[in-house]
């Protein structure tokens, strides 16, 4: 094993794809030898692989995944580097509608696409350059969503949707890239759809994303001293859900609690709470919980934004609403 920070994890994973499958290339801006992407995840890449396979476009969304969308129709395996996730309405058409062209054309083409983006509050760079669009990415049905929350997650998935033949949006979290973590020094990959038990607990199913699992773990240490036993699952692609795993958990808990960085209305959380609805609503002892961000743009104000970010604190409160401490 080996220790990496979030975004040395995607660097790694993209050098090695580049490096196994010469289709694959990257395409965004400030992408190039001077800067290596705003976060640095794409430093060292020009230099090793040369300008015909680190793209450098002009600043249109449009251009960087309508480009890579007709790269990926004709064969090639396109990186669109989009920097932030805010940026992908400037594609409206391209995402909404040429995503599809796979299955308008009846599965005669492949679309091995991915789309790298930066999603997520934390480092008051206001509200256009702090969402966190899950949910309404979701309702893109040609679009695979990952959001890894650890450096070993990052590099696996990331090698994944490189790989696989449709559209994938990689969508990592502003507040995780410095993060360490121990990774395999050998090949490894992680198959998208499957959630990853980040803690075992028995009281309450605790379901959350990127930056909100280690809020999730945080909050749990301190409900235990409480005497109250929390499980952390992470899906970690939002699109395929694992949602068996999510079942099969709150079948042991009898309660769920969705801690997601959106606003609550039209959030990746609502849909989560759907399934258990619909699918394990028996085995529910307590009402689904829902910890999300305000329905209102994302502040600028260091202090606001704070307040508009999910907490460990909203997180225990909402689960000491629906499971009281033991005495």
């Known amino acids: ?189 992680i198959p998208l759809g499957q959630a990853d038990t980040k803690r075992e607990g028995k009281d309450v199913t605790v379901v959350a994303l990127a930056l909100m699992v280690h809020r999730a773990l945080n909050a749990a240490k301190k409900l235990e001293e409480q005497g109250i036993s929390i499980e952390v699952i992470d899906p970690r692609t939002v699109k395929p859900l694992d949602k068996e795993t999510i079942i099969q958990s709150v079948k042991k808990t009898g309660r769920l609690v969705i801690m997601d960085e959106e606003p609550k209305t039209g959030s990746w959380a609502g849909e989560v709470a759907a399934i258990i609805a619909e699918e394990a609503f028996d085995y529910l002892d307590a009402p689904i919980k829902r910890v999300c961000a305000p329905d209102t743009p994302i502040p600028f104000s260091p202090v606001l934004e704070k307040f508009w970010m999910p907490s460990e604190e909203a997180l225990i409160k909402a689960v000491l609403e629906i499971k009281k401490p033991k005495a």
């Open 1 to 189: 094993m080996k220790e990496l920070r979030y975004n040395q994890a995607i660097s790694e994973a993209l050098d090695e794809e580049m490096a196994r499958d010469p289709s694959v290339f990257i395409m965004g801006e400030d992408i190039g030898e001077h800067w290596g992407g705003p976060f640095g995840q794409f430093h060292g890449l020009a230099e090793k692989y040369g300008t015909k396979r680190i793209r450098e476009t002009p600043i249109s969304e449009t251009a960087i995944l309508g480009g890579a969308i007709g790269a990926a129709a004709t064969g090639l395996r396109p990186i669109a580097a989009m920097m932030f996730v805010d940026f992908l309405g400037v594609s409206g058409d391209e995402l909404l509608n040429q995503l599809q062209m796979r299955y308008m054309f009846g599965g005669k083409i492949k679309l091995p696409l991915t789309i790298i983006a930066v999603t997520g509050a934390g480092a008051a760079a206001a509200a256009q350059h702090s969402k966190s669009l899950y949910g309404w990415l979701m309702n893109i049905q040609s679009l695979k969503i990952v959001a890894p929350a650890t450096p070993y997650d990052a590099k696996g998935l990331l090698k994944t949707a490189i790989r696989d033949d449709n559209p994938v949006a990689f969508l990592t979290h502003k507040m995780l890239g410095g993060m360490k973590g121990q990774i395999p020094e050998e090949e490894y990959t």
